[in-house]
């Protein structure tokens, strides 16, 4: 099941919640290296993570965090216009329609086919979530492998601008606009699949 927690210090979905922030500082601190804040020796939470932040979060049969992914309004304080404008040098894309996507977490613990399994489950539901809500495109930073994968993956999208090397590899920025169509076109790709359990 994917769940859609809004608010999340005030979810009722709190194994879900605490087990998505120790399984990101597993994967982004502990494997991947990342200097970001760690709360309590044991959750990755950064300065993003607030009331307004709405996260799409795979669970297993005990509510428990498999995968996740992190949305934010560009209206608001977010990472690619506070943190990695560089990587957008014809302006970071804000507006009332245009959302960030960020922190996908698959953990190491997962095989590659589960991973795949969930990453493609949780862009469905971005999709679905865009389509409910009237979000008209998503900007995001990834790893520039990982952002090749993406633009190539059906939708529209583009690149922001040019990769730039970080400490940890080169990253850059994207754009993925939706559409009624965006379904069907993930759908060629096998991208997109029909989430039979979601819950707010």
Not at 19 to 42: H, S, Y
Not at 90 to 111: A, D, M, Y
């Amino acid at each position: 099941m994917i769940l859609i927690i809004e608010n999340a210090p005030m979810s009722p979905h709190q194994v879900a919640v605490d087990t998505m922030f120790a399984d990101r500082k597993a994967l982004f601190v502990d494997l991947f290296g990342w200097d970001v804040p760690v709360v309590d020796g044991r959750f990755e939470i950064d300065q993003f993570d607030g009331e307004h932040v709405v996260y799409l979060v795979a669970v297993d049969g005990d509510g428990a965090h498999e995968a996740s992914l992190r949305l934010l309004p560009t209206e608001r304080p977010h990472m690619l216009d506070t943190l990695f404008r560089n990587l957008c040098p014809l302006g970071v894309p804000t507006g009332p329609t245009i959302w960030e996507s960020t922190r996908l977490c698959l953990p190491q613990r997962h095989g590659a086919a589960r991973r795949r399994q969930l990453r493609n489950a949780l862009i469905s539901a971005m999709v679905d979530f865009a389509l409910a809500r009237g979000i008209t495109r998503y900007t995001g930073i990834l790893p520039e492998p990982f952002r090749k994968e993406v633009l190539a993956m059906g939708w529209l999208a583009e690149p922001l601008g040019p990769a730039v090397r970080i400490p940890g590899g080169p990253v850059g920025a994207f754009a993925a606009h939706i559409a009624p169509d965006t379904p069907d076109r993930l759908r060629w790709t096998c991208i997109y699949t029909e989430q039979l359990g979601r819950a707010a």
